[in-house]
């Protein structure tokens, strides 16, 4: 660790982008002018010739992180050098989603060569984990008490994740990347209101001996919005990082340090300082399928980005879905769709490297048919499906946790950077090592290898293995392979509802992205639908309740949508840019 390989010929080009639109018999153009809505709003004359979709635009759930990025944007970095940027604030100001001791997944644009690609930053199991990592006395664990376990935190990869894709596109010196973390984590940052409701629980992780220390002040109160809160020990650690390179933070005091708090009581895991070391993220190339006029990028599994492809593709079998964001009929066969989509993802996607996952037969056109078909006759929660290639394992015991972030990046060449970045759980399993959270994202396994008969999990647990993961951070091209948009967001299994609504509400429904991302969310995965009940109006409630969806609240990690469309605005092209109101980012160029 840490000594990169050519980067592998994976990536999507823009000529195979505009190979699959022009099979697939899509019409040109561009996203339609801002405040323009309908159908009609995402297809610009193709008259109309959009200039390239230029930066610098970023936009993040913590405005600290925002400034971080557009400084070195100014400077003259790439959008790849500005996510390191963002990342490393985020990491201090919003611990309770994201840092340096979790994982991530990033989508890249190459404006030059028109490339698309992922690199995967996600956790790995342990060399020692075996399929009971979560069985105690022959049954899984509480969720709560695998959280706080040591058994809970994988090898991070976040930090490996960034470093690869810099050395790749990056044009600043690393070492010029975390001066804001630094000078924030040193002379302090103004605590906001989101982190102090966190610090202000009463239970879980945020009352764990680490983050009593960390978040009680000297006078023996706990920190408040508004309060200045210093870290010196992340100082020191993103100091030594931008000094000594990736190298450092997996082969030296900083792995030392995690390892020794993974090891710590109580359930003590079994990461070591090999287990880090040997951490290697992946390039793994872009899952791009047209949509409409567009072409949507996803990572490949074991991130759930070809879920939202699966949606989509039904989408474009159910009318119903154009009919816009004040139609019953609309959120119907939005939430129908839904429940196919989440009964295949939560049955066949895991780690490639591991199980065999039929993406392309799940987005097989005849499959994603029939499975459309199957919408308007449900009324409870879907069966999996039997995709060309899929091998039926054993239903799915995974319980996954929210406590994640979501950024977009542009510079000022075009190139793009579509980030979701976790420690899994509200500040990870609630231990600290070297100044920041370690994750708990092995609770993102299955927590039952095995079913009744003995058929096993797609995501059970082994040694080396990465979770699933719902987080599926999102390009839009058009069908030149042009830069179109960025989008994504936090919300645990419910990403994929977030993210697909709000590719809808912008690409189908033609609304600002703002106002897109401020929509409500209509969960529906399995029996229930789980909704932001208080943003329906009474008339779609009704609407919604006499079609059989009935709303209850969410209770999974609420949205928080970041991103932005290039459209042509009052003042010429620009970017649409969006930051949901549920979280506290914004959406800036200088």
Known sequence: MIAFPPRPLRAVTAVVVAASLALAGCAGGMPGPWGQSGPAASQTPAAVQAPRARGPFVAAANPLAVEAGLKVLSEGGSAVDAAVAVQAVLGLVEPQSSGLGGGAFMMVFDVHTGEVTSYDGRETAPSAATPGLFLENGRPLGVGDAILSGRSTGAPGAVAMLAMAQAAHGRLPWSALFGEAERLARDGFVVSPRLAGFIAATRGQARTRWANAYFTRADGV?????????????????????????????????????????????????????????YEPVERGALCRPYRIYVICVPPPPSSGVAVLQLLAMAERTPDITLGPDSAEAWTAFAQLQRLMYADRDRYVADPGFVGVPVQGLLDPDYTASRAALAPGLTSAAAAGTPPGGVLVGPDATNEPAGTSHFVVVDAEGNAVSMTTT??????????????????????????????????????????????????????????????????????????????????????????????????????RGDGFGADTERFSNALRAGLTARGVTLRPNDSETSGLHGGIWRQGPDGWAWDGGADDRREGVARTF
């Open 222 to 278: 706990r920190y408040v919005a508004g309060d200045v809160l210093q870290n010196p020990a992340y100082a020191r650690t993103v100091a030594e990082l931008a000094a000594g390179g990736a190298e450092v933070f997996y082969n030296g005091r900083v792995a030392r340090e995690i390892a020794a708090t993974v090891a710590e009581e109580p359930r003590p895991g079994a990461l070591t300082v090999q287990d880090i070391a040997a």
């Open 423 to 524: 420690v899994e759980s509200v500040f990870g399993s609630g231990r600290m090592a070297a100044g920041f959270f370690l994750n708990n994202e092995l609770t993102d396994f299955s927590f039952a290898p095995l079913r009744a008969d003995g058929a096993p999990a797609a995501n059970a647990v082994a040694a080396g293995k990465r979770p699933r993961s719902s987080m599926s951070p999102i390009l839009i091209l058009d069908r030149e392979g042009r830069l179109v948009g960025a989008l994504g967001s936090p919300g645990g299994p419910s990403i994929l509802a977030y993210n697909a609504r709000a590719l809808i509400a912008v690409l189908d429904w033609g609304l600002p992205v703002q106002t897109a991302f401020n929509l409500p969310n209509l969960v529906a």
